[in-house]
C-alpha cells in the first residue's frame, strides 16, 4: 500500500499534532507523523528532533532497531549542541530502559556515563540562555546516586573484565 503524503504546508500543523501525540504518550503516532514531515523535507530539524524523541518513548517496547536508528538521527542534527545533546538524551533514556528490563546495573551505568558525557560536549558550546544539558547531567547524577549499584558495579566489572 502506498502512503499518502502531505503538503509542505501541512507540515506546521503536522508538528503540532506531532508533540501532542508525545505528550499523550502515542509516540508511535508521533513517529509515523514525523516520517511523514520527512518524506516531504528530509532535513526538516524539528521533525528529526521529534522523530528520534518519539523513537526513544518507545524504548523497552520491544521494538528492534529504535536505538540505532534514533543514535542515527542525532547525526542529522546541523546543530553541534543539539547533535550533542540530543544524543545524550538517547544514551540516557537506552539507560533507564536497561535499568527497567533489570539487566546488570553497571550497563546501565555505562550508557548513563554516555549520556554524561554527551551533555558536558553540549555545555561547551552550549546557548548562553539554555542550561538544558546543564539539568539532564545533573539527572543523570542523580540517578546514579539513587542507584549505586550503577557505579559500583561499573568498577567491578572494569576490575574484573576491563581490557
Not at 532497531?65 to 540530543?86: D, I, K, S, V
Request: glycine share 4%; hydrophobic share 40%.
Amino acid at each position: 500500500m502506498e502512503l499518502k503524503q502531505i503538503h509542505q504546508a501541512a507540515v506546521p500543523r503536522a508538528l503540532s499534532l506531532c508533540e501532542r501525540y508525545r505528550l499523550l504518550n502515542e509516540p508511535d503516532q508521533a513517529e509515523s507523523i514525523c516520517r511523514d514531515i520527512l518524506a516531504v523535507d528530509g532535513e526538516h530539524q524539528e521533525a528529526i528532533r521529534m522523530l528520534l524523541l518519539a523513537l526513544t518513548d518507545q524504548f523497552g517496547h520491544k521494538r528492534a532497531g529504535l536505538f540505532p536508528e534514533a543514535e542515527e538521527l542525532t547525526g542529522q542534527l546541523t546543530n553541534p549542541y543539539e547533535r550533542a545533546y540530543y544524543r545524550g538524551i538517547v544514551y540516557e533514556r537506552w539507560a533507564r530502559c536497561k535499568l527497567d528490563e533489570g539487566v546488570p546495573a553497571y550497563i546501565a551505568g555505562e550508557w548513563v556515563q554516555k549520556a554524561m558525557a554527551q551533555f558536558e560536549e553540549a555545555e561547551k558550546v552550549k546557548p548562553t540562555d539554555d542550561d538544558s544539558a546543564l539539568l539532564r547531567w545533573n539527572t543523570c547524577a542523580r540517578l546514579m546516586a539513587r542507584v549505586p549499584k550503577i557505579m559500583a558495579e561499573s568498577a567491578v566489572h572494569e576490575m574484573h573484565f576491563g581490557d
